[in-house]
């Protein structure tokens, strides 16, 4: 098991520590909220920048004259990511209900 670290002390205003105690939910503590928000935090940026490294890339590709699609293909890969994902949120939904996935 892997030990936990501490992260350094953050000084703010009083009036920021107030408003932070004013949002917490109940049973929930500032370092939990801070925690949680750090975690959140890093999971954004951790995404964001595979983001801008796919836009980087493509950008390299169309520069290259590669890898461009005309509206029509597009449009048939986004119905096809739309498809893959409606049968996963199925399959999911089947999961937690003991069903089988409905057929579409």
């Known amino acids: 098991m892997t030990r936990s670290a501490t992260l350094p002390p953050v000084r703010v205003a009083p009036e920021t520590k107030a408003s932070l105690e004013a949002v917490l939910r109940e049973g929930e503590t500032l370092t939990q909220f801070i925690a949680n928000a750090v975690s959140r935090e890093a999971e954004y940026r951790t995404e964001q920048n595979a983001a801008v490294a796919r836009a980087r890339k493509a950008l390299r590709r169309a520069d ?7 509206e029509e293909q597009l449009q048939a890969a986004m119905q096809q990511r739309a498809k893959a994902a409606q049968q996963r949120i199925r399959a999911a939904v089947a999961a937690t209900t003991n069903r089988p996935p409905l057929a579409k």
């Open 64 to 70: 290259k004259g590669e890898g461009l699609l005309t």
